[in-house]
């Protein structure tokens, strides 16, 4: 692509005592794009997330955002940054405080990064649930009174909240059922094509990442192997840990 990417990963190395967790990775992904990060379990790819999103540091490498270097940033300066990276749990239930209202939930980031006074935050609140298709009578319920698909209907809406350059998206899915997860992804889709956000997709399930992703990168050992259009990689895989996952979908028993 002639354009800058939106994120620049080089070189970016994490180990744990005697074990590396990633060892050397580069990728970059560009505006309006999904790229993919899929691997079997420990592989690296939630270590590849949390240091993107500084929630852990890196032990060598860079990360840039528009160009600005991530690893730089800290105080202030990396708290107003933080705007413009979101994430999405697999578990939004445990992501939440129980105690929370959804209202509070959502106006929470409004909040802290002053983006909205605090008079208009309720109705921000309502508009972002209708973004996500939830009605305004969920504003004043708890995480436990939802159910799984409102709950991360709900963790979008605050992702978006900020309106953030880059969302991860961590298995967003793996926990609901399928006709639920349809919904989910094509929300996804949508508030792509609305905003011109860029995803960071962690998923195991190759349907999933055939769906809405761009590019696909795997990671085995800490170091991505393969990467590519998702159908190329897929129907032809290279390395052996694309092929293992391949081979992993292909064994599963048919639904009765």
């Known amino acids: 692509m002639s354009e800058p ?6 070189g970016l190395r994490k180990a744990y005592a005697r074990t590396v967790a990633l060892d050397g990775v580069d990728l970059a992904i560009y505006r309006n794009e999904t790229l993919a990060l899929a691997g079997a379990s420990g592989s690296g790819k939630t270590t590849l997330a949390r240091c993107i999103l500084r929630l852990i540091e890196p032990d060598a490498g860079a990360i840039r ?65 209708d973004r996500v298709h939830l009605p305004a009578t969920l504003a004043d319920r708890r995480p436990h009174e939802l159910s799984g698909g409102q709950l991360q209907r709900v963790a979008i809406a605050r992702a978006i909240a900020t309106r953030p350059a880059l969302i991860v998206l961590d298995e967003p899915v793996s926990a609901l059922d399928v006709a639920v997860r349809a919904q989910i992804l094509n929300l996804l889709l949508d508030l792509r094509d609305e905003t011109g956000v860029s995803y960071l997709l962690i998923s195991h399930d190759l349907a999933v990442v055939h769906a809405v992703a761009d590019r696909v990168a795997v990671l085995d050992g800490g170091r991505i192997v393969e990467s590519g259009i998702p159908d190329a990689v897929f129907r032809a895989p290279l390395a052996a840990a ?15």
Not at 100 to 113: G, K, N, S
């Open 65 to 129: 955002l528009s160009g600005i270097d991530l690893l730089a940033l800290h105080g202030a300066k990396l708290r107003a940054q933080r705007r413009s990276i979101q994430m999405v749990f697999q578990d939004p239930l445990a992501a939440f405080n129980p105690r929370a209202t959804v209202a509070r939930i959502l106006a929470d980031p409004l909040r802290v990064h002053r983006l909205v006074p605090r008079a208009a935050r309720r109705a921000a609140v309502l508009a972002l649930l």
């Open 242 to 256: 694309t092929r293992a996952l391949v081979a992993a979908v292909m064994r599963l028993p048919a639904p009765e």
């Open 5 to 10: 990417p939106l994120l620049e990963v080089i």
